[in-house]
């Protein structure tokens, strides 16, 4: 488990990444000079987003894979459809 936490820690720092830490950084300067406890919050979410590289703005895990949908398109088969006549 620390070995996992070390490698998502120490490791893909891409620009998204350091510019979360950045905002983070910025807004918990903010929150302590001015004592505001949602500027504070927001810190924390950039933050943890930063460190654990997570989240859209970081980890770019909002998209969907590029092949997803094709493939599973094209791995559909065709069968035909049966109905039943329902006469009143």
């Not at 891409?14 to 905002?23: C, D, K, P």
Request: some cysteine; charged content about 15%; proline content about 1%.
């Amino acid at each position: 488990m620390k070995s996992m936490s070390k490698t998502t820690l120490f490791t893909n720092w891409h620009t998204m990444r350091w510019v979360a830490l950045s905002i983070g950084v910025f807004f918990a300067a903010l929150a302590i000079s001015n004592k505001d406890a949602l500027t504070g919050f927001f810190s924390a979410f950039f933050l943890f987003q930063a460190v654990t590289n997570s989240g859209c703005m970081v980890a770019q895990s909002c998209g969907v894979p590029a092949g997803t949908r094709d493939a599973d398109v094209n791995n559909e088969k065709e069968s035909e459809i049966e109905f039943t006549e329902i006469k009143n």
